[in-house]
Each structure stands twice: as C-alpha cells, then as structure tokens.
C-alpha cells in the first residue's frame, strides 16, 4: 500500500533531529509505547538504532498510520512545529496531486462524452453564475450543522452528470470548495454495479493516478471527502437493508449494494459528504430510509431554451412558431424536449417531416409516434419511400439488443452483446452516422443508445415483432412479465417500455410497422395485454401493487377509447402520484372512463397550488374536475387518500363539490400531509357525512382553531366516526383538552391515535376524560409523544378505572423500568380489561421484565405484550417465559424484536412454546438466535400440545445451512408460517 511513508520517508524526518533532539525522540517514544499500551520494541534495539533503523523499527512493529500519529505528538511535545507544518504540507501534496489528474481526466471525458449539438446551449466556460450554483448544492436546508448529503433529481437525459462533470472540472481547477474539501471522488453506478463486490477503498484506488493510493492518508478526514455518486438508479437498491447488515470498514469487501447502502445510511464516513443523482422514482423508493439534506431538481430545458432551439433548426418564423405551438399542445411530448438531447429529436424529426411533406399532426398525436416516425426515418433514406433489406435488418437486431439490455440493466454495449443480437461490425459505422448509437467514454469497443428512452423504445417494437422465446438471450422475458414489471415499478429505470408497447398498438402505429417491415403484425399481443388487466382485475393485492400513473401512460398513448374504458372497469383500487402538468392531464383523461372504483388513492403534490399561468389554470382546473369526476361516476368508492398535496382555493372547491355530492358515500377519509387553501370549515363540514367512519388527518397540520372545529363535528351526535388519526399534526398540551371533551361527549369514537405529537402536560386531561364513565374508547396510540415521568401515573389510573380500553400504544417514549413498574401495578388487577399493550422503544431492561411476568401471570384478559426493540436480553426472556406458561396467562402474540437475544434463551422459548395452550405469534427478527437454539425451537414445535401458527424470523438474516433448516421445517410443519413481517 503506497503511504505517506513510503511516498517521503520517516527517515528523512528523524534525519533532521540533531543528537540531542534524536535521544530525546527516543525517551518519548518509550514513553508513548507505554502510554498507550502498544506492543513493546526492546529497549536495547531503540538505544542502538540509527535513524534509518529506528524508522523501520516502527514500520514493521505499527501499522503506519500508528506511527505517523506518534511521531506526530512526539514532535509537537519537542517543539519541532516545523516538521509538523512541513508533513502536512507533504500530505496536501497527495491532494494537488489527485485534482491535476481529475482534471486532465475530466477534460477528456467532458469532450468526449457531451460532444453533441445541442452543447451549443451549454456554456464551455464557467461563469461567477455556476461558481455560486456548484457552492449553493451544499448548502444545506436543515437547521443543525450536519454533513452532507444532496440528491440531485432529474429524468434521465436531463444533464445530472453534465452538471456534476461541470462542478468536478471546477473543484479540479481551484474555484469552488477549496477549503470544503481535499478530494473529491467520482462513482459512476454503472462501472460499480459490475464489479459485483467491492471495498470503498477499492473505489477510490480507481480513481487515483497510480497503482494504488494513500487510503490510510485520505480517510484521516472524512469530514473533507466529497462522494460523487452518478446514475444511483442502476443499482435498483431502496436501501432498506437491516442495520446489522450495513457495514463500517472502509477496507472490507462487500457486495456493492451493501457498500452503498452503508455510505448513504451513514453507517461508514458517517462525517463526509455525499452528492447523488437520481431519477425521482429512485428518490421516492429510498425517501425516509436517507436523510437528505437538500434535494436539487434539474430541470433541463425550459420553454425559452426549447423555442430557441426551434428557430435555430427552423428559418421561418412564422413556421417555427407553428411548430413549437403544434409541440406545446401536447404537454408529454414538451416535457420530452426538456431533455436536451431529445429536444434535438424532436426538432429534427419534425423538419425531416416537413421536407417530406407530411402531416406533422399525426407525427406529434403521442409520444410513441414521435419516436417511431424518427427511428424509421433514421433508416430510410431521405429519397426512399422504404428502407432496404440491409435497414430492416439492422433495426430489428438493434430492438433485439434493446429488449435484452432492458431485461439485463444494460446500457452500454459491448461488441460481443451487438455480435449475439446480429449487429456486424460492419452495420456500427452506419448506426453512429444516423446517431441511434453513439461511442461509450467507458472503452472504444463500447456503444450505448443516443438516450435511454430510445432504447425503451426500440424495446418495444421487438417485442411487435418476435416472441421473447425467439430472443437469443433467455433473459428476455414474455410480455406477461414486462407489463407487470412495468406497472409495478420494480426496474425504476424503466421510464417509457411499458406505455411504448401500449402505444405500438395503435392503428397508425400498425401501419407504421408493418409498411417498414413489409408484413403483417400479429394481433395477439393485444389480447395478450388485456389478460394482464384482467388478471389484475381479480387480484386485490396486485392492484395495490400497480402505479397508477404507470397504467394511466400505457393507457393514454394506446389512445383507444374503447379499450381505455374496458381497462379502467378492470380496477377497483387505483394509487398514483400526478408530479406535473402532464401527469394530471393524463390521470384525468383516463380516471373519467372509470365507474368500478373502490379505493382511490392520489396525490397531486404542488401542481395544484398556486403560481401558474392563467392559461395553464384553466386546463388544470378543468382535469381536476375530471379526475374528481370518478367520486361520483364510481358508486361503491367507499376510501378515498389525499396526501402530500398542496390544493389552491379553487382546487379546494372543486374538491368539496365532488365530496358533498349525494351519491358520494364515503366510509374512509384519508387526509395526510395536504394544504387546503381556503377556509377550513368548508372541510369540517365534510366530515358531517353521516357515511364517513374512519378520519385520517396523520401529518396534516392542525392549528388549536382546526382542533376545536373538528372536536365540535366528532362532538355531534348524527357523527358516526369511530377511528380518528391526528398524528405528526403539531398538536399541543392544550389540544388534549378539546380531545377529552370529545372522549366524553361522543359515544362513536373508538380508536384514537394522538402519535409523535408532544402532548406531556395534555396526558391529565386525557386521562381523566378516559376515567370517565361515559368514555367508550376502545384504542389509545400514543406513540413518540415525548411522555414525562408523571404521565405513568395518570395511565395507571386509567387502566384502574376504564372497562373499555382493549389497547394501549406507548413506544418510543421514556418509560423505562421504572415507569412499566406503575403501569404493571395497575395491570396486574384481576378486573384490569387491557388486552393489548405496545411498549417498544421504551428502554426496559431485565428488571422491567419482573413486573411484566407479574402481569402475566395475574392478567387473564392480555393476549397481545408488544416489547421488541428493548434491551431485556435472555434473562428478561425466562422471566416472561416462566410467567407465559403460567395457566392464568392466555397470552396469543408477543413481539420480542431486537431484544439483545441469543442461542440461549430458546430452551426457555421452547418450553413456553409447548405448556402455553394460547401462543400463536412471536417475533424474533433482529436477535443473535444461532443454529443450535433454532433447532432447540423447532423441536418444540412439532409437538402436538404446541399452538403456534407464526414465527417471526428473516430467513435471509441466517448462513446458508440456517435458512436451509427454516424452509425445511416450514416445509414440514402445515401449520407454522415463518414471516419476515409480524
């Protein structure tokens, strides 16, 4: 390993100590050694030894770095502040040495990689306007000063690794974070996901001019590592990966996935910082499992730079201005031309079109039939009514190495892929002149598609041609698969595939095709695609699992009323997300033609909140009347989700209507995270309903007025709520108040989740409202809401004096031993009615575990004890044991998650598992359980007195001869489930 030692030698610092300063080193060597109880150097080799000796001496006794610490000390406790300053200015040696070769090799790459035509738009050199940018991605929107970690968000295409090559190039060169960072190191997702597995140090040794770099050196200061991290989508991770499999050695080798994941979560350099590209649906998978500290959205072209890019390639003006305004009405195609490199498609498309006199209406009717008219007339020539032979034959190799790189996450291509789909080295000269291929910078043998959605495209359309079966890849799978991968979001990269083959399926499409390939098409797919809807239709749980904005593309650009009609009375739950303009137009034309709907869950975000121009506002009104239109058209909606929205005055009106509507029979409402720009009893009033039994406001801001209007509805006698959800709602102490009036005024109200609010000095109040007579809750969830020690005596008397209270939700806040002590007190009462109690996150220990199993044994109606995520460790597990196989326990479930548990408390497990008549469910994920304890466990499953139907366990957590023995037993056992989620 190259180091600062090997790079300037130890020896050349000792050869600057005259004698007297080289015998003193020496005594405060020996008493470093000492000092931090290192292994020993004889003391007669140390007095003897030269400077060169004594040098080697603690290279080969401590690793280096241990010995470039020490001497550093030494040197500071002699007052040599010289050499001190000089080895620092060495180090920063490896630093300039890095930026010279980043920037040569960014030069390089810069040239090669964007050498398009629409770089004219591009500025080449930087300007105070991108200094000031590059700086501003790092500043951060949360308050606490915390490293960094920015997302920057954009489509594919759009210019993320433009931009972040640009703010490398300007570190390299000295004009941004100078004194931010020491380095800056570039990953590019899709040269990490080949390596397969990888250590970080690995990485950065790629990156380093030489054969191998100072590691040790550049990760002294993490706090001044930047990581690039380019196209994360590749990776297809979420990062949901458990704690214990995330790593924290920056010389370990792990699969890459994990080495990711353990970056991002801060579990490695929790101190650097980090700068991601992203599309957003990779954003949204991995939203709340990374904390972000600012997200950057790239937008790419605008309507000016997209109309300046027109009257560039267009000379009349008035026939620009026809084309841009033809382009413009159809919002899908304009937010293609964002990108810039699709926005010189389009461009040219259009004017080879008109060359030839044809019809630009038709050409811009979808997206799907911009794409084909500009693919096929890459490959007619411009005097040609047909391609020849030899252009057929290209295309349809060129779709067949599409379709497997889709299937595969490939984007670059080697010559051995373009040889196995019939691509010669002879057809590569004319696919990079037509410009559907272009040279890879990754090597010179490589070629990737002009954009990612031309592949998609090019997918597609084998897919109208041939059978997966026929594919020489056996990856490629059928269109069955394809069309449920797509509509269920599993390959996040998959923009376009699965509306293009929706769209090839149009008549003019058809024709298209079949006018280029000289033969008919197969009608089957047709049928094909309606079975997959069909198998939708009867699968409540795969619905769940469909986008529906997906759906709706596919849909919009098959563009067959018919069909869309057929399709859409196939759904009875829909779930979708409207990020923009087009989304909403999109939703809305599909969501009209709907009548089956049971369940509607969408979010709209901040399309429809203020700040668009008048005539954009009229359209989006006018769709968002359609897209509320399926509240009445539908008449067995009965739930219907708002969340993360943000809805203007008029939005809200338009809303209101559609709910206030006679037929509209609503039984769940689901408000989360929603702004209603207008007056807020208009919503209140809403919830008069007489229908409406379930109110979920989680995440909705409520302000102490918005309380009291809702607490005076649920307050009315004809309101039939009974489930009321006001988390994460900023509510206060004081709201408790107007909330315990309603404990005791409404004889509906059953379940009343209050979580993560801080609600400490409102418990009393609640709890003297649920010791009333006249309370008749039934369920209390007041998770995270930051209870103080006196809460526990207030809940204490509740559980003395209320007979309807069934659960109790108390985690994640302070209970500790001492407050479970209270609570157990009055559960351990023989009239006590709880029969569930939550208390995760509560810092209980073994001792806790002692009023527990007081409970157990005492309590005859408990059935459900939620303790997971405690540390009660194997003795708390054989107290709570013991208690369960007490008769008077008729215990069902128990949660006992990331408890600190091992091997050895099965013996105890097992036993209560075959004396207790009652257990059917427990948890045990996140415990050190080992091979001999398991078998332990499964033994006392096969024994007929034994009564449990669940097991909670991660098979994946388990070596390769565990997970064997779980599937096997599971196998064996009818009536055991094993399941990662209890």
Excluded at 403 to 415: L, Q
Excluded at 576 to 591: E, M, Q
Excluded at 833 to 859: F, H, M, P, W
């Amino acid at each position: 390993m190259a180091s600062f030692f090997s790079d300037f030698g130890l020896m050349w610092y000792l050869e600057e100590l005259n004698k007297k300063e080289f015998m003193k080193f020496k005594e405060f060597l020996k008493q470093e050694i000492l000092q931090l109880r290192l292994k020993q150097i004889s003391w007669t080799e140390v007095k003897k030894a030269s400077r060169e000796d004594l040098a080697n001496l603690l290279l080969k006794h401590y690793e280096e770095k241990k010995a470039w610490d020490m001497t550093f000390k030494i040197f500071q406790k002699m007052n040599r502040k010289d050499l001190m300053e000089r080895a620092g200015r060495e180090i920063a040696g490896h630093s300039k040495l890095y930026q010279a070769h980043l920037k040569k090799k960014l030069t390089h790459d810069y040239a090669r990689k964007f050498n398009i035509k629409v770089q004219d738009f591009s500025k080449q050199k930087f300007t105070q306007d991108d200094y000031d940018r590059f700086e501003n991605f790092l500043i951060s929107k949360v308050t606490a000063k915390k490293p960094h970690m920015v997302f920057l968000q954009g489509a594919a295409g759009i210019g993320k690794s433009l931009m972040l090559t640009k703010l490398m190039l300007a570190w390299s060169e000295g004009m941004v974070f100078q004194n931010k960072f020491s380095y800056i190191f570039y990953f590019c997702c899709q040269d990490v996901k080949k390596m397969k597995r990888a250590s970080l140090a690995e990485l950065i040794s790629k990156e380093w001019p030489k054969t191998s770099a100072p590691i040790e050196d550049i990760l002294s200061q993490p706090e001044k590592l930047l990581f690039v991290i380019d196209n994360l989508e590749v990776m297809e991770c979420d990062m949901s990966e458990r704690e214990s499999e995330l790593c924290d050695t920056c010389t370990e080798k792990q699969p890459v996935r994990i080495l990711l994941s353990s970056l991002l979560r801060r579990k490695m350099l929790p101190k650097s910082s980090f700068l991601i590209s992203a599309t957003p649906e990779t954003f949204e998978k991995m939203e709340g499992r990374v904390e972000c500290t600012n997200v950057k959205i790239v937008t790419g072209f605008n309507e000016s730079n997209i109309k300046m890019y027109f009257r560039s390639l267009f000379q009349d003006k008035t026939k620009t201005q026809e084309i841009f305004s033809l382009v413009k009405e159809n919002q899908q195609l304009f937010t293609v031309c964002q990108v810039p490199v699709l926005c010189w498609m389009v461009a040219t498309c259009l004017k080879k079109e008109i060359e030839k006199g044809r019809d630009l209406v038709s050409v811009c009717r979808r997206t799907t039939s911009l794409y084909t008219t500009h693919i096929f007339n890459l490959f007619i020539p411009q005097s040609a009514q047909y391609p020849s032979k030899e252009s057929q034959a290209q295309l349809q190799s060129l779709c067949s190495l599409a379709a497997e790189g889709m299937w595969t996450d490939t984007f670059v291509f080697g010559e051995e892929a373009l040889r196995r789909n019939g691509i010669m080295d002879s057809d590569i000269p004319t696919l990079l002149d037509v410009r559907i291929l272009e040279k890879s910078k990754k090597s010179e043998k490589s070629y990737i598609f002009l954009h990612p959605s031309i592949q998609e495209v090019c997918a597609a359309i084998f897919y109208l041609l041939k059978s997966h079966m026929d594919h020489p890849s056996q990856d490629v799978k059928s269109i069955e698969a394809l069309i449920f991968t797509f509509l269920k979001k599993v390959k996040v990269q998959w923009i376009f595939f699965g509306s293009f083959i929706f769209g090839l399926l149009h008549e003019s499409e058809q024709k298209k095709l079949e006018a280029f390939f000289g033969h008919q098409l197969s009608q089957e797919i047709k049928r094909q695609l309606y079975q997959c809807l069909e198998t939708i239709s009867g699968n409540e749980e795969l619905q769940e699992q469909v986008d529906g904005m997906k759906l709706f593309y596919c849909l919009f650009e098959m563009d067959d009323e018919a069909f869309l009609a057929q399709a859409m009375n196939c759904m009875e739950q829909i779930n979708f997300v409207a990020k923009d303009y087009s989304d909403v137009i999109v939703a809305a034309h599909c969501l009209q033609h709907c009548s089956t709907l049971k369940k509607l869950s969408l979010s709209t975000q901040n399309v429809l909140s203020e700040g668009q121009e008048h005539s954009y506002t009229e359209k989006l009104l006018m769709c968002w009347h359609h897209m509320c239109s399926v509240l009445i058209s539908s008449k067995d909606i009965y739930i219907l989700q708002v969340k993360n929205t943000n809805l203007n005055e008029t939005a809200s009106l338009v809303l209101y209507s559609h709910l206030m509507y006679p037929s509209c029979t609503l039984k769940a409402l689901v408000v989360n995270n929603v702004t209603f720009l207008c007056d807020n009893r208009l919503f209140f009033e809403l919830i008069q309903n007489q229908c409406l039994q379930h109110l979920d406001l989680n995440l909705t801001f409520l302000s102490h007025g918005d309380v009291k209007l809702l607490c005076d509805v649920l307050s009315q006698e004809e309101c039939n709520i009974e489930k009321l959800m006001v988390a994460a709602c900023n509510l206060s102490p004081d709201d408790c108040k107007v909330f315990a009036s309603v404990l005791i005024s409404s004889k509906m109200l059953k379940h009343l989740n209050l979580s993560s609010n801080n609600l400490d000095k409102g418990i009393s109040s609640l709890s003297k409202a649920l010791c009333h007579p006249d309370c008749v809750l039934k369920n209390l969830v007041l998770v995270n809401c930051s209870l103080s020690e006196q809460c526990w005596d207030y809940l204490s008397e509740v559980l003395r004096r209320n007979k309807t209270l069934n659960h109790l939700d108390i985690s994640s806040n302070d209970l500790k031993d001492e407050g479970l002590k209270v609570l157990c007190g009055a559960l351990s009462l023989p009239d006590s009615v709880l029969k569930s109690l939550s208390v995760r996150y509560c810092l209980i220990t073994t001792s806790g575990c002692q009023d527990l199993a007081e409970v157990l044994r005492k309590n005859q109606n408990l059935r459900n004890l939620q303790v997971s995520n405690n540390k009660i460790e194997d003795a708390g597990v054989k107290l709570l044991c013991d208690a369960i196989k007490h008769p008077n326990c008729h215990l069902e479930n128990i949660g006992l998650e990331a408890c600190a548990l091992t091997g050895a408390c099965c013996e105890d497990l097992a036993s209560a598992f075959t004396h207790c008549k009652t257990l059917w469910g427990i948890n045990l994920q996140e415990n050190a359980l080992d091979h001999s304890g398991l078998i332990v466990l499964f033994e006392a499953l096969k024994q007929q007195q034994c009564t449990l139907h669940v097991l909670g366990l991660r098979i994946t957590d388990f070596d390769k001869e565990t997970q064997e023995l779980l599937m096997a037993e599971e196998e064996k056992n009818p009536h055991l489930s094993i399941l990662s989620s209890v």
